[in-house]
């Protein structure tokens, strides 16, 4: 049992600190969490995850509608499988929320991206997911919801 929460905790540390970098821009553009590069892990579950993430990240920076959504889902349920609660699992899950709420927004879903934005602060209050959820109140505030966004950082 140990062994099995040591192995995942080693397994979520390596693929926050080394397959996902954070697309960060100024404050007037979505942040989209990206997985770059699989540096050699080959647990099937966090590859599955890497490859959900990435197709998200970037069906939604092309605003690819629908399939956007289903990606961004299936980068959720793929983190799901990876049973643990340390700070960087729930870093990731609150990145994966994140991304939802922004191809939601893409989809003029407005009520789904508040509530994913929502869920992702309340796993982790991190600045990415935060900044997103500010951006989209300042859509609804100056009428602006219905359109799509000018600008997704890549």
């Known amino acids: 049992?140990?062994?099995?929460?040591?192995?995942?905790?080693?397994?979520?540390t390596a693929l926050t600190l080394s397959s996902s970098t954070i697309a960060i821009a100024d404050e007037t553009k979505f942040k989209i969490a990206i997985v770059k590069k699989k540096h050699g892990i080959k647990d099937s579950d966090v590859l599955a995850f890497n490859k959900h993430m990435r197709t998200c990240a970037d069906l939604t920076i092309a605003q690819n509608t629908d399939e956007?959504?289903?990606?961004?889902?299936?980068?959720?349920?793929?983190?799901k499988v990876v049973k643990t609660d340390s700070r960087k699992a729930k870093y990731l899950k609150s990145?994966?929320?994140?991304?939802?709420?922004?191809?939601?927004?893409?989809?003029?879903?407005?009520?789904?991206?508040?509530?994913?934005?929502m869920t992702a602060i309340r796993i982790d209050?991190?600045?990415?997911?935060?900044?997103?959820?500010k951006l989209i109140n300042s859509f609804v505030s100056n009428d602006n919801n219905l359109g799509k966004p000018t600008s997704i950082a890549d």
Request: with cysteine; hydrophobic share 45%.
């Open 125 to 133: 209050a991190n600045a990415i997911t935060q900044s997103n959820l």
């Open 1 to 12: 049992m140990l062994i099995k929460s040591i192995y995942l905790k080693v397994l979520i």
């Open 95 to 117: 990145l994966t929320y994140s991304n939802r709420g922004i191809s939601r927004y893409v989809n003029n879903d407005l009520s789904g991206a508040k509530a994913d934005l």
């Open 68 to 79: 956007s959504e289903t990606a961004c889902t299936d980068a959720i349920a793929s983190l």
